[in-house]
């Protein structure tokens, strides 16, 4: 494939050599995070399970960061070359992610749980820990409290997402630890190595200013489609609605509010590569917005794993009560989570008018 650079001479070998920068330092990055998770994940005697997780981090941080700008920028690159190494690189981010999301999302289930039943909260635990087990043997079995049956109920509840959460943390680690050592996974590596050195840009007019600004404008519009004047009601049960529903697969109404997540990280990385462009850097609102929608993903994400539970076979009459008030308390974490974004999108907005 033939690859064209631009001198930066002129403002489109400007704006193609800005980018072109951006990407050779997060294509290191991503190859620093590599070496350091080889060096961790068990190739080296020293390695510990907590140096591997943060290396894992970094690898997805920069494997999705290169992703964004090479949506955000495509105009400026080869759109053959960028088209076809950014479903690999979102695949790879994703692979990695599962691991984590399950150990994060148990922690968040048991605390819970925990809460609910007026016990103790569950004990802070370290990110290699959490890759592990996450035991339930201090909850609760108060018999002789009001609360007696919830308890019981809440105990093998946990019980019983312990063991699915558990199972499914372990197949995520073997699907990572088997796409990290896949020829995909090489594949990648080597166009992120190349990347690292040479980026592919091509001679078309461009205004990285107009770009970044097309990313806001796109956040923009999936934000208005929102309904973010019911958002803005606390205590609106909007978040229960198809609680009770008898399908299994209901049309999600999380959905829209997961693609403006992803539409508000892509509007970030982009200002990462544009910082003087439209808006400057990231503001306090907008750092306020993205982490009310990583709440609202947990929290969505941990109801769905309580409501799966929930239709297992045979279950004691408790524990199903249990998981229906834990998948009862995640819908109403959902519906925090978007009254919080609603305020700090209001905020945003009279930022920037």
């Given at each position: 494939m033939a690859q064209q650079h631009l001198e930066t001479t002129g403002a489109e070998g400007s704006a193609g050599e800005v980018v072109a920068a951006h990407l050779r330092e997060q294509a290191t990055e991503f190859l620093r995070s590599l070496r350091q998770h080889r060096e961790s994940g068990g190739a080296a005697p020293g390695g510990t399970a907590e140096e591997a997780a943060d290396a894992a981090r970094a690898l997805r941080r920069s494997a999705r960061r290169i992703s964004g700008t090479l949506h955000t920028f495509r105009p400026l690159l080869d759109p053959e070359w960028s088209d076809a190494l950014r479903p690999e690189l979102a695949w790879l981010s994703g692979t990695l992610a599962q691991e984590h999301a399950y150990a994060g999302r148990l922690e968040r289930l048991l605390s819970a749980l925990h809460r609910l039943s007026g016990a103790h909260a569950v004990p802070a635990q370290a990110p290699a820990a959490l890759a592990g087990r996450v035991s339930t043997a201090q909850l609760p079995r108060n018999e002789n409290t009001a609360s007696g049956n919830l308890t019981v109920g809440a105990a093998?509840?946990?019980?019983?997402?312990?063991?699915?959460l558990t199972l499914a943390r372990?197949?995520?680690?073997?699907?990572?630890?088997?796409?990290?050592?896949?020829?995909r996974f090489h594949a990648v590596?080597?166009?992120v190595a190349v990347l690292a050195s040479e980026v592919p840009l091509r001679a078309a007019p461009a205004d990285l200013d107009a770009l970044a600004a097309t990313a806001e404008s796109r956040l923009a519009e999936a934000v208005a489609a929102l309904p973010l004047h019911r958002a803005g009601h606390?205590?609106?049960?909007?978040?229960?609605?198809?609680g009770l529903t008898a399908d299994t697969a209901p049309p999600s109404q999380d959905a829209p509010w997961h693609h403006v997540r992803l539409l508000l990280r892509l509007h970030r990385y982009a200002q990462e590569v544009v910082p003087c462009g439209p808006g400057g850097g990231p503001t306090d609102a907008e750092t306020e917005a993205a982490a009310a929608l990583d709440r609202h993903r947990d929290a969505a994400e941990a109801a769905a794993a309580a409501a799966h539970a929930a239709r297992t076979p045979r279950i004691a009459p408790a524990?199903?009560?249990?998981?229906?008030?834990?998948?009862?308390?995640?819908?109403?974490?959902?519906?925090?989570?978007?009254?919080?974004?609603q305020r700090a999108w209001l905020k945003e907005t009279v930022h920037t008018t």
């Open positions: 093998k509840a946990g019980a019983l997402l312990e063991r699915q372990t197949r995520a680690h073997s699907t990572a630890l088997q796409a990290l050592g896949s020829s590596a080597d166009n606390p205590y609106n049960a909007e978040a229960l609605v198809q524990t199903a009560y249990a998981l229906g008030v834990l998948h009862a308390d995640q819908r109403h974490e959902v519906e925090a989570a978007r009254f919080a974004f």
